[in-house]
C-alpha cells in the first residue's frame, strides 16, 4: 500500500519562508508533484518534478519555490520562500509510479497524501 505523507503545516508571515516535506512508503515513485486548494477555489498545480530531477513550476511560484528530492530516502521537499497570503492553502502532495507526461494534470497522478495547510498571515 501506497502512503504519501506530509509535514510541514505552518503559520507564517508575509515575506517568510517554509519547507514542505512529502515521504513516500509502498513503492517506489518516479513522478512528484504539489498541488494546493484555497478556500472556494478548484485545485491548482505548484511544481513538479521527474525521476531525472527536471522541475516544473506554477508561473506565480517560479523565483520563489524550489522542488528537490531525495530517492535514498523516497522524500520530496518543496521550499516556499517570500511567501505571499495568497500561498495560503492546503498543500498537496501527489506521486505516480510512471512518467507523468503533463505534469500539471492532478488526474494524472495515482497516489496523493492527506494534505498540509499553510497559511501566511500577518
Known amino acids: 500500500q501506497v502512503q504519501l505523507v506530509e509535514s510541514g503545516v505552518g503559520l507564517v508571515q508575509p515575506g517568510g519562508s517554509l519547507r514542505l516535506s512529502c515521504v513516500a512508503s509502498g513503492r517506489t515513485l518516479s513522478s512528484y508533484a504539489w498541488f494546493r486548494q484555497a478556500p472556494g477555489k478548484e485545485r491548482g498545480f505548484v511544481a513538479a518534478?521527474?525521476?531525472?530531477?527536471?522541475?516544473y513550476y506554477a508561473d506565480s511560484m517560479k523565483g520563489r519555490f524550489t522542488l528537490s528530492r531525495d530517492n535514498a530516502k523516497n522524500t520530496v521537499y518543496l521550499q516556499m520562500n517570500s511567501l505571499k497570503p495568497e500561498d495560503t492553502a492546503v498543500y498537496y502532495c501527489a506521486a505516480d509510479p510512471n512518467v507523468v507526461r503533463i505534469v500539471s494534470f492532478a488526474s494524472l497522478y495515482d497516489y496523493w497524501g492527506q494534505g498540509t495547510q499553510v497559511t501566511v498571515s500577518s
Open positions: 518534478i521527474r525521476g531525472s530531477g527536471v522541475t
